[in-house]
Structures are given as C-alpha cells and as structure tokens.
C-alpha cells in the first residue's frame, strides 16, 4: 500500500511569509508525528497526533507553529512569520497506536518537505 | 532531563564489521530504537530493544544493557549501501512513550 506522502518536497519562501506543509498518514495509523531536521542535525520533535486525544505540542518552539490533524487523515504544519532559522527538513511519520507500555509500532516517514527561508 | 550520546562519524571498509555505540540518560528510559537515513531519504526502522540482550536480524543487529544506560548497533558484512547516517532513540515514558533522538551517527564505508 501507499507509504506516507508529503506535500511540497520542496518549499522556498521570503522571511515573514506563512507556509503550510502537508502530511497523508499510512491509512489506519492512529499516531502522527512532525519533525524537524536541521542539516547534519538528528531529529527534533514538533508535535505529535493519537487518535481523537488532544495533541501533544510540547516540541513546537514558538508560537509561529501550529499544525491540525482531521480525524485519523490528512495533517498541516503552518509556519506564520517564518524566520531564517525555520530553514529545515520537515518531516511527518505515522505509526500504529502509541502510548502504550506494552507495545512499539515503528514509525513510518514521510519523504518530508525541505524549507528554505530566504 | 534527557541526552543520548553517539559518535558523529565512524568509518569502515566493505566487508568489515562496525559498531555504533549509543549512551543515554533518561530516567524514564524504556526501549531503544535504531533507524538508518541515506542521504536524502527519510529514516527507515532497524530495530527495537525493550529488554537486555542481542536482536538480530541479518546483517544487523542491537544490543541494550539497562544497567550500563548503553547499547550499540551492529553491522556485519558492511556493503556499500549501508552507508548512512545511523540514529538512535530512546523512547521514554515521561514522554509518553514517545522517541527521544539521539543527533545521528555518519557511517563511511570505503571499498
């Protein structure tokens, strides 16, 4: 089946501009994940989607961030006002349900959406 | 808080053995994962340790020793295609369960 998709692949923008990223989850993943990659740099966690629950947004770094998530679907990341420091890779994972000791789903990514800020 | 440690860059020749070494510290520490990312690409899952010992699976395998904060990666029969960044993740039940990353180790391998 189709792996998870991620729209633009590529997204140049002037500073103070808004841009929205797209993410399409595996079908049937409950759990989605934004990140964040800086060159050379591991993977910094934005926020996170289970199911129905309220997301957890304890990555986001400013208030500049927010990102939505309909049902179990599709997934925005919006970045208003952005900065030349938001130049990265973003990158959208899903998995199966997480939050439970018992079990791990690996996570699944996205190709991400590289954003240049000029 | 929270910190992983593993070294930037290792380099090793084409039908060697290597060994990326991770440390963490993270007193809700509950499993170690591993994932590998080419150049460009998006990380793709190796494996998962929830409990003390050896996993492998082929040419790969993870070891965790809870006790040590400590577990490593380990890639036998290297070829030229496992040349990648290698990271490790922590997941961690004061965060939810979520992964916590470690900033990635660069695998060279020469011919």
């Known amino acids: 089946g189709a792996g998870v998709s991620q729209s633009p692949s590529n997204k140049v923008t002037e500073k103070g501009k808004d841009v929205e990223l797209r993410c399409d989850p595996i079908?049937?993943?409950?759990?989605l994940y934004w990140y964040r990659q800086r060159l050379g740099q591991g993977l910094e966690f934005l926020i996170y989607f289970q199911g129905n629950s309220a997301p957890d947004k304890s990555g986001l770094p400013s208030d500049r961030f927010s990102a939505e998530r309909t049902g179990e679907s599709v997934s925005t990341l919006t970045i208003q006002r952005t900065q030349q420091e938001d130049s990265a890779v973003y990158l959208c994972?899903?998995?199966?349900?997480?939050?439970?000791?018992?079990?791990?789903?690996?996570?699944?990514f996205g190709p991400g959406t590289r954003l240049t800020v000029l | 808080g929270q910190s992983l440690e593993q070294p930037s860059e290792v380099t090793a020749v084409e039908g060697a053995i290597v060994q990326i070494n991770c440390t963490y510290q993270t007193s809700g520490f509950y499993g170690l994962s591993w994932y590998q990312q080419h150049d460009g690409g998006a990380p793709t899952f190796l494996s998962y340790?929830?409990l003390d010992g050896l996993e492998e699976t082929g040419r790969f395998s993870s070891f965790l020793s809870r006790s040590d904060s400590y577990g490593y990666l380990l890639l036998q029969e290297l070829q030229m295609k496992d040349s990648a960044s290698y990271f490790c993740?922590?997941?961690?039940?004061?965060?939810?369960?979520?992964?916590?990353w470690g900033a990635g180790t660069k695998l060279i391998i020469k011919p």
């Open positions: 993740a922590v997941r961690d039940r004061n965060s939810n369960y979520q992964l916590i």
């Open positions: 079908s049937g993943h409950t759990a």
């Open positions: 994972a899903s998995s199966l349900r997480q939050g439970l000791a018992t079990s791990y789903n690996e996570q699944f």
């Open positions: 340790n929830a």
